[in-house]
């Protein structure tokens, strides 16, 4: 069974343009979530989609940060502008349905905004 | 506030013996802990979990002690292998809430 996979691995960008994110989760997994680690701090929980609905996006930083989840498969998540403070490590997770608790990561995607 | 502190960001142990690292949390609310290790450039992976109606949980050389009068877990690994070294995160969920609550690591270092 493939695990989470995410894309790109890695991601390198001015302050000011735009980044988009992509995570598949496992499949048949109805819960994904995205994650950010800022360099030598701790995982930061971002937001929590149940299918294709949001069900918390309490962690998300600021209205530069859109995620989506069309049709409850794979998730995308922009960063539109970015600025200096968004590098960090990007990670998704997915678990089964109903409130499986056992999150599954991707290898995340490692942002760098310069 | 962090909710789950990890206070040793480092640990060197030799091969063949017990390696324990500790976690704390402050919400009592949570009631879900899960132990998670990473590699360099990789995600985080699923090693254990405990439910707070438990206080321990062993999985091969992996075992996770949980006591909730102190709000302390610790995850011991026996014995311990060089395999074993990379950052350990220790995480924890609330009742009614999968998203998860990290601490900030521990780096394990096992030498042969």
């Known amino acids: 069974e493939a695990g989470v996979t995410q894309f790109p691995s890695h991601s390198v960008i001015e302050k000011g343009q735009t980044v988009t994110l992509r995570c598949d989760p496992i499949s048949g997994h109805d819960n994904l979530y995205w994650y950010r680690r800022v360099m030598g701090k701790e995982i930061k929980f971002l937001l929590h989609f149940v299918k294709e609905s949001k069900q918390d996006e309490s962690g998300m930083p600021n209205n530069r940060f859109l995620a989506e989840r069309t049709g409850g498969t794979y998730s995308t998540l922009k960063v539109q502008p970015a600025e200096l403070e968004d590098s960090g490590v990007y990670f998704c997770?997915?678990?089964?349905?109903?409130?499986?608790?056992?999150?599954?990561f991707g290898p995340g995607t490692r942002l760098l905004v310069l | 506030d962090q909710q789950v502190k990890q206070n040793s960001p480092s640990l060197s142990v030799q091969e063949g013996r017990i390696s324990i690292l500790n976690c704390d949390y402050t919400n009592s609310m949570f009631d879900y802990f899960l132990w998670y290790k990473k590699y360099p450039a990789e995600g985080p992976t699923f090693l254990i979990s405990?439910?707070?109606?438990?206080d321990k949980n062993e999985d091969g050389r992996f075992t996770v002690f949980l006591n909730k009068s102190a709000k302390h877990l610790s995850l011991h690994i026996v014995p311990s292998q060089p395999g074993d070294s990379a950052v350990y995160f220790c995480a924890a969920s609330g009742l009614g809430y999968s998203t998860l609550t990290f601490g900030k690591g521990t780096m394990l270092l096992v030498s042969p």
């Open positions: 997770a997915s678990s089964q349905g109903g409130l499986a608790r056992t999150q599954y």
């Open positions: 405990i439910s707070s109606i438990k």
